[in-house]
């Protein structure tokens, strides 16, 4: 696994250290000692697969607050996604910055996404399909979320959604919220 950590510290794209040969290649996703080599939370309690049958699909942004906060390995299996992290973190120096990574189901590139970050993501073709691993399993009780287009984080989407749910369209603006 290959490991580049973002402006967002704590934050990390992983791309595939890959073993080829005649058959193909071998590569590890996803190993606990690496992660905790590089400060990540190595714990797996949940995976999700999220399937978007529409090109221009916003999911997010999302998190889990206190004492819920979760720890993700995103990952697009088919299709593509512009897929955006928000640090959320008070105390942090990139508090309300955000990176955003286009993965797709052929660079296989993961972005592990810290706690206390929101995450959400725009499909960029029909038939794309997002894998997650999480830290903690969803607590619907603690799950939030913070508005796509908040001018507090500047986020230059590629384009606008077409499809996107009530809840993720409805969030108030993160100054209001706070």
């Given at each position: 696994?290959?490991?580049?950590?973002?402006?967002?510290?704590?934050?990390?794209?992983?791309?595939?250290?890959?073993?080829?040969?005649?058959?193909?290649?071998?590569?590890?996703?996803?190993?606990?000692?690496?992660?905790?080599?590089?400060?990540?939370?190595?714990?797996?309690?949940?995976?999700?697969?999220?399937?978007?049958?529409?090109?221009?699909?916003?999911?997010g942004?999302?998190?889990?607050?206190?004492?819920?906060?979760?720890?993700?390995?995103?990952?697009?299996?088919?299709?593509?996604v512009f897929?955006?992290?928000?640090?959320?973190?008070?105390d942090?120096?990139?508090?309300?910055?955000?990176?955003?990574?286009?993965?797709?189901?052929?660079?296989?590139?993961?972005?592990?996404?810290?706690?206390?970050?929101?995450?959400?993501?725009?499909?960029?073709?029909?038939?794309?399909?997002?894998?997650?691993?999480?830290?903690?399993?969803?607590?619907?009780?603690?799950?939030?979320?913070?508005?796509?287009?908040?001018?507090?984080?500047?986020?230059?989407?590629?384009?606008?959604?077409?499809?996107?749910?009530?809840?993720?369209?409805?969030?108030?603006?993160?100054?209001?919220?706070?």
């Amino acid at each position: 696994m290959i490991f580049a950590e973002t402006p967002l510290k704590g934050a990390y794209v992983i791309d595939l250290e890959r073993r080829e040969d005649d058959r193909g290649f071998f590569a590890r996703s996803w190993c606990g000692d690496e992660a905790r080599k590089h400060g990540l939370n190595p714990r797996v309690a949940q995976c999700n697969v999220s399937f978007n049958s529409t090109a221009g699909t916003l999911r997010g942004l999302h998190y889990q607050a206190a004492p819920c906060q979760e720890a993700k390995l995103v990952r697009c299996t088919r299709g593509s996604v512009f897929d955006v992290i928000v640090d959320l973190r008070p105390d942090s120096p990139t508090f309300r910055q955000h990176v955003a990574v286009v993965l797709t189901a052929d660079n296989r590139k993961g972005l592990y996404v810290p706690e206390d970050f929101a995450h959400g993501f725009l499909t960029l073709e029909d038939a794309t399909e997002v894998f997650y691993q999480m830290s903690e399993a969803y607590a619907p009780e603690y799950a939030r979320g913070v508005r796509w287009n908040d001018p507090a984080f500047a986020i230059p989407w590629p384009s606008l959604p077409q499809v996107i749910s009530e809840r993720d369209r409805s969030y108030p603006d993160w100054r209001a919220a706070r």
